[in-house]
């Protein structure tokens, strides 16, 4: 393909391109009218400083990331055949680690699909085009997506920290067949209810399944308390398997209202009691009250989505970890979580046990788990080990 050419600066090492690493940042390269005026969302090929071919790459003057790499051949051919050739792959993948088509299907990067979302929800699909190459090639992706899955409603999502860095709308919508207003999801041995259309991002998290099983087995006969639950993911897990009873926490009234809904389908309602507000109050008022519980959970948003804040994450990291600590029984568990990337899994380690022994609570960990496989890790990009979640026993 006859695609322009975008050229490492002279100083920029082209080994790690050539290894693997799928970015290229704009101070990397050799910039000038040309290049800047180049559309977001094309194709060009890489070069190193001596004009030898690197790669085919998606440029993006608005963002610092300039060029992700699509494809080592410097001659590939975007087009539906490659892009059913990356979705085909992955679904290989995932049909093979589950039973069930409720998984992420594509996970950016380590799908070959640079800044590609795409979650599925039985017969239908919510695709977060993260990168303007995807975004302005969103009807062909669907298209395909649709092809080689065979789902009926494609729902685009437009939210999300990401699009804002590429310079991308944020409209959101359907963009495939029809959706009825809920998904019931199986995971677990729970029913989780997942809004496609007005949910947070892709309306369910994926993620955190092997640690929601892992939990849920510990918390069989105890009191369950999740903090930051949106649609319910541990509480309705534990519920599942044999829970005496779940208090989910969360500020989002709607999520709330969602995972109660997944209690009633569970047929665990009996059980199930929310209480919507924020979460620090909602656990200091806990421990005033004097409640404990056997089982703990805080799964809280990004509290360090980028290295200028991973030290005030990390302080809320420990804040998280005290009050909780303080509402653990004795010998009860505690489940610590992290989803930001930029808080590496040992300073988030050490924010924790630092809360938990400011709580004046002794502590054994049980397990250090990260998301599912339906969520692989790229070898060279740290962001897509993202997810971090820790289990201690608390002793005493």
């Excluded at 992700?68 to 792959?89: Q, Y």
């Excluded at 009234?253 to 009633?264: D, E, F, Q, S």
Aim: glycine content about 10%; proline content about 5%; some cysteine.
């Amino acid at each position: 393909m006859d695609h322009p050419i975008i050229r490492l600066k002279p100083k920029t090492d082209a080994r790690r391109l050539r290894r693997g690493f799928p970015w290229v940042y704009d101070n990397e390269l050799v910039t000038d009218r040309r290049t800047r005026a180049l559309v977001p969302g094309s194709l060009a090929r890489l070069e190193d400083a001596d004009r030898n071919p690197i790669a085919t790459v998606a440029v993006n003057p608005n963002s610092k990331i300039f060029g992700r790499v699509l494809d080592a051949d410097p001659g590939a051919e975007i087009d539906r055949a490659w892009m059913a050739k990356r979705i085909g792959r992955a679904l290989k993948t995932r049909n093979a680690l589950f039973d069930a088509p409720y998984y992420r299907l594509i996970h950016a990067e380590a799908d070959g699909m640079p800044g590609v979302i795409v979650d599925r929800f039985g017969d239908a699909a919510v695709i977060q085009p993260n990168a303007a190459w995807a975004d302005v090639r969103l009807e062909e992706l669907a298209d395909v997506l649709a092809e080689v899955t065979g789902v009926t409603a494609i729902v685009k999502s437009g939210t999300g920290r990401a699009r804002g860095l590429e310079g991308l709308d944020d409209a959101s919508g359907l963009i495939r067949g029809t959706l009825s207003e809920l998904i019931a999801v199986p995971m677990n041995g729970a029913i989780y209810m997942a809004d496609l259309l007005s949910g947070q991002k892709t309306g369910l998290y994926y993620d955190q399944r092997p640690t929601h099983a892992f939990v849920a087995r510990l918390a069989r006969d105890t009191d369950v308390l999740d903090v930051f639950s949106h649609v319910g993911g541990f509480a309705l897990a534990a519920l599942a398997s044999g829970a005496t009873s779940a208090l989910a926490v969360d500020g989002s009234t709607a999520a709330l209202t969602l995972a109660g809904a997944g209690a009633k389908a569970s047929g665990v309602a009996d059980r199930f009691e929310t209480n919507a507000s924020d979460a620090f109050e909602a656990m200091t008022s806990l421990s005033e009250e004097g409640r404990s519980f056997g089982t703990v959970v805080c799964d809280p948003p990004a509290f360090a989505p980028h290295k200028q804040a991973r030290d005030a994450g990390l302080r809320a990291y420990e804040k998280v970890a005290r009050l909780a600590a303080a509402l653990v029984a004795t010998d009860g568990t505690l489940t610590l979580c992290s989803c930001s990337h930029a808080a590496e899994i040992d300073q988030f380690r050490a924010a924790s046990l630092r809360g938990i022994g400011r709580a004046g609570r002794a502590c054994q960990i049980l397990r250090t788990g990260f998301a599912g496989p339906d969520h692989p890790q790229h070898p060279h990009l740290a962001e897509s080990g993202y997810l971090k979640a820790i289990t201690f026993r608390l002793l005493g």
